[in-house]
């Protein structure tokens, strides 16, 4: 499969834990992004990144979320301290630098957080 | 990113066509009009986009309107797997802009 993939799919924690995803994109792509998504809504951008270079950061990302992208291919969302309102589907996308671009997403990491 | 205005739901018969319509008035020049559904549980899956001319794909067609104020999505025969949630975006191409803002997007159903 040469999609967007992520891991876990599912990840149930307790309010105070650390959680980490991780997300692999479609291997030439070079652009990846984080949403987030609840419950009823669309998908509410996170981050995204170009390579290794972290372009944009959404004021929804607070200090609790960092994202990284090290060697500019698979990436990691981690959430610290984690809090029941983090409770959402966390979605990857990745997608090519040039042209008009559509988004390729993953299947998304469902976090419930009690 | 420009806003775009969906209904927030919509019924079609199985075998007809399900005409989507997206509203996006304040788009720029150089913005494109993108379409990805959801179904329940998924990632969002890319269906078409356009920038002025009309478009068609294997999935469906894109109207644009010559203002390029709305647009619509079309299923040319709807079938009971095209129950999703479909999302109408606009956004620069990839070189000028990165994220994607989603509204709540129409829930189609697709009735047998």
């Known amino acids: 499969d040469t999609g967007v993939s992520q891991d876990p799919r599912h990840k149930i924690t307790k309010r105070g834990q650390n959680v980490t995803f991780r997300c692999d994109p479609i291997?030439?792509?070079?652009?990846l992004y984080w949403y987030r998504q609840t419950l009823g809504q669309g998908p509410e951008f996170l981050t995204y990144f170009q390579n290794e270079a972290q372009l944009e950061k959404s004021r929804l990302l607070s200090d609790r979320f960092s994202a990284e992208r090290p060697k500019g291919s698979f990436s990691t969302l981690e959430i610290q301290r984690t809090e029941q309102g983090d409770s959402a589907m966390y979605l990857c996308?990745?997608?090519?630098?040039?042209?008009?671009?559509?988004?390729?997403f993953g299947p998304g990491t469902r976090l419930t957080v009690l | 990113d420009a806003k775009t205005t969906q209904p927030p739901s919509m019924d079609c018969a199985e075998g007809r066509a399900a005409n989507l319509p997206c509203n996006h008035s304040t788009i720029s020049g150089n913005e494109y009009v993108y379409w990805y559904r959801q179904i329940h549980s998924q990632g969002p899956q890319y269906i078409i986009h356009?920038?002025?001319n009309n478009e068609t794909n294997e999935m469906a067609s894109l109207i644009i309107t010559e203002d390029r104020k709305s647009s619509t999505l079309i299923l040319p025969h709807a079938t009971l797997r095209d129950t999703a949630v479909y999302y109408c975006?606009?956004?620069?191409?990839?070189?000028?802009?990165?994220?994607?803002?989603f509204g709540d997007g129409t829930t189609l159903t697709v009735k047998p």
């Open positions: 291997s030439e792509h070079n652009r």
């Open positions: 975006i606009v956004r620069p191409p990839n070189t000028n802009a990165g994220k994607s803002t």
């Open positions: 996308a990745s997608s090519l630098t040039m042209g008009e671009g559509e988004q390729f």
């Open positions: 356009g920038l002025k």
